[in-house]
């Protein structure tokens, strides 16, 4: 299975004229699940021609403006497209009050269920395909990343061996996929590991914004396919960045190689620096991990499992 990441804003602080606030987008198989909503994420969701409807869980990291100012024209255009489904917000326990402040004072028409879940460490989110972890991280206010790693899926099916161990063809074939043991009619129990090869590794995204280094967090994101951090500032602001609780970029990138991660994307850059003036983040983090790239609006990633 694959997934799409879709980069919607990598602006810290205040939007610019090309950087909208912080928030990214992962589609997985047609459902959208949003993590944060800074001011023109609505924007870039249209320039990327993605559908609000699909959004199923919105993911907020805390409740700072430039990560939560893209949410009441969500909520208030999702009544526009018919929506049937709940929508389901996840985050600090003060995202709740904002959000029924704004419906009570913007007197928003909602026609759809809104259901706010509090975010904990740990699992805030499982079905039977991936989990959503919670990541504790330390800032200025209560602050969470978010890791969406896969379950992994049984090995890959052996025609071969199902027709050498005479098991029909039909029912008894789509069991030993799901895991299950079959009986043949002489008798014979046929287990799934004899016509299955070895599970297939599920992909894991991690996002992680706003918070000082800490090196649990590689404990978190370890071998993620792609793990989107924050490198609000270069090595020459460093007290800077402890003294506000955010991180360098060579700070988000020695998370990124303590992880054993495949790729780290840079997000949530200090305004203070120009389009041209961005290198330097992405130099300094390369010299500890080599597999750094600078995001900017509206770039897209696909994750692939490598079977």
Known sequence: MSLEVFVLGTSGMQPLPNRFLTSAAVRREGEIFLFDCGEGTQVSLKMLNLHWKRISRIFISHMHADHVTGLPGLLMLSSQVDRTEPLYIYGPAKLKEYIDANRKLLDMYINYEIRFVQTEPGVVYENKDLTV???????????????????????????????????????????????????????????????????????????????????????????????????????????????????????????????????????????????????????????????????????????????
């Open 133 to 307: 972890e919670a990541v504790p991280l330390l800032h200025t206010k209560p602050c969470f990343g978010y890791v969406l790693t896969e379950k992994d899926r049984p090995g890959e099916f052996s025609v071969e061996n199902a027709k050498a161990l005479n098991i029909p063809m039909g029912p008894m074939w789509g069991r030993l996929q799901k895991g299950e043991t079959v009986t043949l009619e002489n008798g014979t129990s046929i287990t799934p590991n004899q016509v299955l090869g070895n599970p297939r590794r599920g992909v894991r995204f991690s996002f992680i914004t706003d918070t000082m280094y800490l090196s649990s967090i590689a404990n978190h994101v370890k071998n993620s396919d792609l793990l989107v951090c924050e490198g609000m500032f270069d090595n020459s602001l460093t007290q800077d960045a402890f003294e506000k609780k955010h991180m360098t970029s060579s700070q988000a990138a020695m998370i990124a190689r303590d992880a054993g991660v495949k790729k780290l994307a840079l997000i949530h850059y200090s305004p203070r620096y120009a389009d041209k003036e961005l290198k330097v983040l992405k130099e300094e983090a390369s010299e500890i991990f080599e597999n750094t790239i600078l995001t900017k609006d509206r770039m897209v990633f696909e994750i692939n499992n490598s079977d």
